[in-house]
């Protein structure tokens, strides 16, 4: 299976504990993205990554999150002393390139649940 | 505020008959995407519509995109239960970050 994977699927943290997400992209795509969905709800933009770089990380809370997407191995989104707020889906996508006008391949998500 | 608004929030139809769903967005746009997503799953790219585009068709799916009224449309012909679930409409408006609505929930009853 070639496409975008995550893992894991289901995440269960204690208020207060991290939450530690990987998303291995697309063979060959370098360009990575998260986004949160709520239930019932779209999902929202947190952060871009390139290899090595944020691009973009306008969509993420300023506090206690982080991503990364090292040089080798897959992307993290790391989230610090969780609250029952953070419960939610988070998705990865990949894109090939940078270029506008390319569609975003989505992983089937991480399901975080906060007791 | 959201970019994508789709209509109708849920959809019920009969297997066979064309479902069709708007969205609205309020700014300027590099493309419109649409997604579908079934129950626990991750989304599946479903068309990509360019802003200098006004029809695009895919198989069963039909998609336009009306510029100076900001809204596009998915039309499914002669739908099938498995294409019960949720559809989104996402825009780029630069920077590659999609912003997504709401969706659609969409219901095929066999």
């Known amino acids: 299976n070639a496409g975008v994977m995550q893992n894991p699927r289901h995440l269960v943290r204690r208020r207060g504990q991290e939450a530690r997400l990987r998303c291995s992209p697309m063979?060959?795509?370098?360009?990575v993205y998260w986004y949160r969905q709520l239930p019932e709800e779209g999902l929202k933009f947190m952060v871009y990554?390139?290899?090595?770089?944020?691009?973009?990380e306008s969509g993420m809370p300023k506090e206690r999150f982080s991503a990364e997407f090292p040089k080798e191995g897959p992307s993290i989104l790391r989230i610090q002393q969780v609250v029952r707020g953070d419960s939610a889906a988070y998705f990865c996508?990949?894109?090939?390139?940078?270029?506008?006008?390319?569609?975003?391949?989505f992983g089937d998500g991480t399901r975080l649940s906060i007791l | 505020s959201q970019q994508g608004e789709e209509d109708p929030q849920a959809l019920s139809i009969q297997e066979g008959e064309n479902a069709t769903m708007n969205c609205s967005y309020k700014t300027s746009i590099n493309n419109l995407q649409w997604y579908r997503q079934n129950s626990g799953r991750g989304l599946v790219h479903l068309i990509l519509?360019?802003?200098?585009?006004r029809e695009k068709h895919s198989g069963r799916l039909r998609v336009t995109l009306d510029t100076s009224k900001k809204s596009s449309s998915l039309l499914i012909t002669a739908s099938r239960a498995a294409d019960t679930a949720s559809y989104f409409c996402a825009t780029e408006g630069g920077g590659n970050k999609l912003v997504f609505g709401a969706g659609t929930i969409l219901r095929v009853k066999s």
């Open positions: 063979k060959g795509h370098s360009h």
């Open positions: 519509i360019r802003s200098n585009e």
């Open positions: 996508a990949s894109s090939g390139t940078g270029w506008s006008n390319q569609p975003q391949h």
């Open positions: 990554l390139q290899k090595e770089n944020i691009i973009d």
